[in-house]
């Protein structure tokens, strides 16, 4: 079965650029998570769906980021313009509502210069 | 609110080893708690989760109790192996509506051969 999908695996931008990171979650699953990870401050929500509606933004650093889901097989989580703090892994999970388990990809490597 | 707090690394043991890492959590009520599991370049996976008071998880040769009184839930391995080297990272499921995971910072272990 397949996994949850990101793309790309790695994304080597320049300051002010728009980057935009994608993610196909596990099919049949309604939640959908986006996470980023840095070694100061280890795993951050950043927002999470639920068929395919925003439930918590609260993790968004700032205006520049925004995530979507249009459908359910499709989530994409964009920084526009892009910083060089903004370098970090990006991951997306996905899960059955109420289920506490969530499934992880394999990440996005973002490197801001 | 919710926190999860895992003892910090690097954990360097040697193969055959017994392996203790510390987890303890904050919550309002009772949180079902994970252990998950993070290879090099890769996402977060399901180690082992538990969902009430004394319930113990085990998987892969790893377990963790869940001790209500001690608001604990460490994760232990008789004998490590080289293959166990990763990131393991504790996290509590905060139900009541906000269906999120807290994770702890991660703890990184190297077993040597």
């Known amino acids: 079965d397949a996994g949850v999908i990101q793309s790309p695996r790695h994304e080597v931008t320049e300051m002010g650029q728009e980057v935009t990171l994608r993610c196909k979650p596990i099919?049949?699953?309604?939640?959908l998570f986006w996470y980023r990870q840095t070694m100061m401050r280890g795993l951050e929500l950043l927002i999470y769906?639920?068929?395919?509606?925003?439930?918590?933004d609260s993790g968004m650093p700032e205006d520049r980021f925004s995530a979507k889901m249009p459908n359910a097989s499709f989530s994409t989580l964009k920084i526009q313009p892009s910083e060089p703090r903004d370098s970090a892994v990006y991951f997306c999970a996905s899960s059955l509502w109420g289920d506490e388990t969530q499934y992880f990809g394999p990440g996005t490597r973002l490197l801001v210069l | 609110g919710d926190s999860v707090t895992q003892m910090e690394g690097p954990v360097t043991l040697s193969e055959e080893a017994f392996l203790t890492i510390n987890c303890t959590y904050t919550a309002t009520g009772y949180p079902s708690l994970f252990w998950y599991v993070q290879y090099p370049g890769e996402g977060l996976q399901l180690l082992l989760k538990?969902?009430?008071?004394?319930d113990k998880g085990s998987n892969k040769g790893f377990e963790a109790t869940y001790r209500k009184e001690t608001t604990s839930f460490h994760l232990e391995k008789g004998s490590v192996q080289v293959s166990d080297s990763a990131v393991y990272f504790c996290?509590?499921?905060?139900?009541?509506?906000?269906?999120?995971?807290?994770f702890g910072k991660g703890t990184k272990l190297s077993v040597i051969p």
């Open positions: 538990a969902t009430k008071a004394d």
């Open positions: 996290a509590q499921f905060s139900g009541a509506g906000s269906y999120q995971l807290t």
């Open positions: 769906f639920n068929n395919n509606v925003p439930i918590d």
């Open positions: 099919s049949g699953h309604n939640s």
